[in-house]
């Protein structure tokens, strides 16, 4: 009868084993997906910061160029004015 009692106690103790084994494993793979996981979320941060920044470069830009074709009309207008006035002047 201790024959029959030891080896099921050895085989309760390999399937316990098995157990944890694969628990130990199943636990390193999440650790391995949540460690690729932040990896990733720190890539996005990094790129959402880049195109963050790219877009302020734009819109100053993009200001920039809107005072830019502001000023240019005016000096067009006034062009424009200068010209109609000589040409009344001169009978034109």
Same mark, same amino acid.
């Given at each position: 009868m201790?024959k029959?009692s030891?080896? &099921?106690?050895?085989?309760?103790?390999?399937?316990?084993? +098995?157990n $944890?084994e694969?628990?130990?494993q199943r636990?390193?793979? #999440?650790?391995?997906?949540l460690? #690729?996981?932040?990896? &990733?979320?720190?890539?996005? +941060?990094?790129?959402?910061?880049?195109?963050?920044?790219?877009? &302020? %470069?734009?819109?100053?830009?993009?200001?920039? $160029? %809107? %005072?830019?074709?502001?000023d240019?009309?005016?000096?067009?207008?006034?062009?424009? %004015?200068?010209?109609?006035?000589?040409?009344d002047?001169? +009978?034109?």
């Amino acid at each position: 009868m201790e024959k029959t009692s030891l080896a &099921d106690a050895v085989k309760r103790l390999d399937k316990a084993v +098995g157990n $944890l084994e694969a628990a130990v494993q199943r636990r390193l793979d #999440a650790d391995r997906s949540l460690n #690729a996981l932040q990896d &990733d979320l720190q890539r996005l +941060g990094e790129d959402r910061s880049q195109l963050a920044a790219s877009l &302020d %470069e734009s819109e100053a830009r993009a200001s920039r $160029l %809107e %005072e830019a074709n502001r000023d240019v009309s005016r000096r067009l207008v006034s062009a424009m %004015e200068t010209i109609r006035s000589v040409l009344d002047a001169h +009978g034109g």
